[in-house]
């Protein structure tokens, strides 16, 4: 059974001030994204999950979405030419998925100001903390939009899709892990399959 995981940061988005006021500096974007992937694999660390490998699929889609984003005065996960980002996934070459998430946000001029937001984001902290989820493509656009700096996370799980990490061999503390993904109530913006 395929199944979405699908939350908003635009419902819960909480912009710091300093955030909206501050003129960040053009961020050097692949070093950005590789540090939201560490950072999401320390936070999964944490809960006794497995990491996530890069997807080159993934990370195009993140990219592409993070545009639209930055570019069509949109903050939703139905912007854009394809509004679903099954279909963007698809288009960018991540097929014959179990699972696949999206994550975004926007006024975050740092990975770990954009990973801290999204850990404190219930929905949000769901995907990176489900343990469906076993690769990860991760966009970022600076300056431009409303919001400057623009993020999105795709999450995705592929039958027989091989992991660049050795699995943890630590157990899931149950205290620490939050529910699944998939026993969190169905959105309103009709994401499941």
Not at 50 to 63: R, V
Not at 87 to 107: C, F, K, L, P
Not at 180 to 185: E, G, I, N
Request: glycine share 8%.
């Amino acid at each position: 059974m395929r199944s979405f995981f699908v939350t908003c940061l635009a419902v819960s988005l909480l912009l710091p001030q300093s955030v909206l006021t501050a003129a960040a500096a053009q961020p050097d974007m692949s070093a950005f994204t590789a540090r939201v992937l560490e950072l999401t694999n320390a936070e999964r660390q944490k809960a006794g999950l497995a990491p996530l490998s890069p997807n080159a699929q993934l990370t195009n889609a993140a990219q592409s979405y993070s545009q639209v984003l930055a570019t069509s005065g949109c903050f939703q996960h139905t912007c854009g030419p394809v509004p679903n980002f099954a279909e963007r996934d698809g288009q960018a070459g991540y097929m014959d998925w179990t699972s696949i998430g999206e994550n975004i946000a926007a006024g975050y001029p740092t990975p770990e100001a954009v990973v801290a937001g999204w850990m404190a984001s219930p929905g949000h902290r769901a995907n990176i903390l489900s343990p469906n989820f076993t690769e990860l493509g991760v966009g970022l656009v600076s300056s431009g939009g409303k919001y400057d700096t623009y993020w999105a996370q795709e999450f995705g799980s592929r039958p027989g899709a091989v992991l660049n990490f050795a699995p943890l061999p630590i157990a899931p503390d149950p205290a620490t892990v939050q529910p699944s993904a998939d026993a969190a109530p169905p959105r309103d913006d009709g994401s499941s399959e």
